[in-house]
C-alpha cells in the first residue's frame, strides 16, 4: 500500500469514528439508537408509571425507545454520578428530583456533583404534592391528635421517606421541629417498600405522593393526615392540607426534570425539549396525569434554570432554619 492509499485509508476511519458522534449533534438525525434515562429511584417507583407513558409516546414519536435504568440509593448521588460520567451526547439522560438538584447542594457538606456545572437541564417533567400517611394502629386522625400522640411517646415513633436527604425526609425533619416531636427517620429505597413497611406497622407514619398510598387508603389499611399541597387534593377533598392544620412551612411541592450530561450539544438538548414537551403538553397525557395527582410541567431549558434556581433558595432557608444536615 503507498503511502497516498494509506493516508486516504487512516482518514477514513477517523471519519467513521466520528460520524456517531457529529450524527449526534445533527437534529434532523437524533435519535439513532435506543435512549437510557437514569432513575434516582427502585422499579416501581411512583414516577414509574408516569415515565413509563412518556416513553410509550416517545417511541411512537422518534421510534427509539426510552429505556429506564434504576439506580436508587446515596439520595440520588448514584444516579447524578453514573450520569454525569456518561458521553454527553444525549443518549443518556437523568430523571432529577427535587433533592438532587435543589435539597442536597444545601444538606450535604460535600456534594460529589454539581447540579449546575455537570448537567445541562432538557426540560422540567413534573410536580405533585405528598400526603402524611400513618398506620391504622396510629391512634389520630389529624395532625394535631398526631402530635399529641407522638409528644406522649418521645423516640418511639417512626417515619418512613422514600430515600434519605430528600424532600420525603425533610417533610419530617420539618414537622418534628415545627411541632416539637421526636420521630425516628426510617429511609427506604424508592415508595414500594416504604408503603409496604407502613402497611405493615414496622414503621408508624410516611411522607410519600398520595398516588403511592391511595389503593392502601382505599382498602382501609392506611389513614392519610395531611397533604402538602396549598389546596386539598381534588382526590382526597376531605383531607386538610397541613397549611390549613397550622403548619404553613410543611406546603411542600416536589418535582422531576430531564437533565443531560455537561457538555451535551445545544442542538441535541433543543431536540429532546422539542420532543418531551411536546408530549408533556398532550391533553391526553394531562388528564392521565391528574388522575395520579401529577401535573405535567414542560418547559425551556432556561425556564426550568430559573425555577430550580428559585426552589434552591426556598430549600437553603428550610434547611437553615431547621439545622438539619445529611451524614456523609
Known amino acids: 500500500m503507498n503511502r497516498r492509499n494509506a493516508c486516504l485509508q487512516l482518514g477514513g476511519l477517523a ?11 445533527d437534529p434532523a438525525a437524533f435519535p439513532e439508537r435506543p435512549l437510557r434515562i437514569v432513575v434516582p429511584f427502585a422499579p416501581g417507583n411512583t414516577l414509574d408509571t408516569a415515565l413509563r407513558q412518556v416513553a410509550e409516546e416517545f417511541k411512537k414519536n422518534t421510534g427509539q425507545p426510552l429505556l429506564i435504568d434504576n439506580k436508587p440509593g446515596g439520595s440520588g448521588i448514584i444516579a447524578a454520578q453514573t450520569v454525569m460520567s456518561a458521553p454527553p ?4 439522560l437523568l430523571l432529577a428530583n ?9 444538606t450535604f457538606a460535600r456534594l460529589p456533583y454539581d447540579p449546575e456545572k455537570n448537567f445541562k437541564p432538557v426540560s422540567n417533567f413534573l410536580g405533585a404534592s405528598m400526603v402524611m400517611a400513618v398506620n ?8 394535631k391528635e398526631f402530635v399529641a ?16 436527604g430528600n424532600s420525603s425526609h425533610f417533610a419530617g425533619v420539618l414537622l418534628n421541629q415545627r411541632a416539637g416531636i421526636d420521630m425516628v427517620h426510617v429511609p427506604f429505597n424508592g415508595t414500594p417498600p416504604a408503603v409496604t413497611n407502613l402497611v405493615g406497622g414496622q414503621v408508624d407514619a410516611a411522607f410519600l405522593p398520595l398516588l403511592a398510598v391511595k389503593p392502601q387508603v382505599d382498602a382501609g389499611k392506611v389513614k392519610v393526615l395531611a397533604v402538602t399541597s396549598p389546596q386539598r387534593s381534588a382526590l382526597m377533598p376531605q383531607v386538610a392540607t397541613f397549611r390549613e392544620q397550622g403548619y404553613p412551612d ?15 450539544p445545544d442542538a441535541v438538548i433543543a431536540r429532546l425539549n422539542g420532543e418531551f414537551v411536546k408530549i408533556l403538553r398532550s391533553a391526553e397525557l394531562k388528564e392521565k396525569w391528574k ?24 430549600w437553603a432557608e428550610a434547611v437553615r432554619i431547621s439545622g438539619f444536615k445529611a451524614s456523609e
Open 291 to 314: 388522575t395520579m395527582d401529577f401535573e405535567t410541567l414542560p418547559s425551556t431549558p432556561q425556564e426550568f434554570t430559573r425555577f430550580a434556581q428559585a426552589d434552591s433558595k426556598r
Open 89 to 92: 451526547d444525549g443518549y443518556t
Open 15 to 25: 471519519l467513521a469514528a466520528a460520524a456517531p458522534w457529529a450524527r449526534a449533534q
Open 250 to 264: 410543611l406546603e411542600i411541592y416536589i418535582w422531576a426534570a430531564i437533565a443531560a450530561p455537561a457538555g451535551t
Open 136 to 143: 391504622n394502629s396510629v391512634p389520630a386522625n389529624d395532625i
Open 149 to 164: 400522640w407522638a409528644k406522649a411517646h418521645p423516640g418511639k415513633v417512626s417515619f418512613a421517606s422514600f430515600t434519605a
Open 98 to 106: 427535587t433533592s438532587m438538584f435543589t435539597v442536597n447542594p444545601h
